[in-house]
């Protein structure tokens, strides 16, 4: 009698942990950022500081300044690609301007001809 109750008690936890054991294996697919052995559930470019011997994710403050500082650099870069092509363009419609200025003061056939 006594086995069969620990034999019960056995079973009846095991049938209890189960879930809990396929569950874990379901959370592992969520996704998350592992570091120092604790999963974060954070955006992946989001860095992890130590504040007071307790590693934690960075304040959402620091993470949007660090992410608009970014795009201001790229929108920087993309404003200097667009004033050099502006430039570059600027200089191909002057020479284009001063060739046919060039051609047209010269007579043509047809300006010859009809004189």
Do not use: C, W
Request: no cysteine; hydrophobic share 40%.
């Amino acid at each position: 009698m006594k086995y069969f109750k620990t034999g019960m008690l056995f079973i009846l936890l095991l049938s209890n942990a189960m879930p809990l054991l396929f569950s874990a294996e379901e959370n592992k697919n969520v996704g998350g950022v592992l570091s120092h052995g604790v999963v974060f559930n954070i955006a992946k470019d989001r860095k992890i500081e130590k504040i007071g011997g307790i590693y934690e994710p960075e304040g959402i403050d620091k993470y949007v300044e660090r992410k608009v500082n970014e795009l201001s650099e790229r929108m920087a870069k993309f404003e200097a690609q667009l004033d050099q092509t502006n430039s570059k363009l600027d200089l191909i419609l002057k020479q284009l301007a001063a060739s046919s200025s060039v051609t047209t003061t010269t007579p043509t056939a047809r300006d010859t001809a009809s004189k």
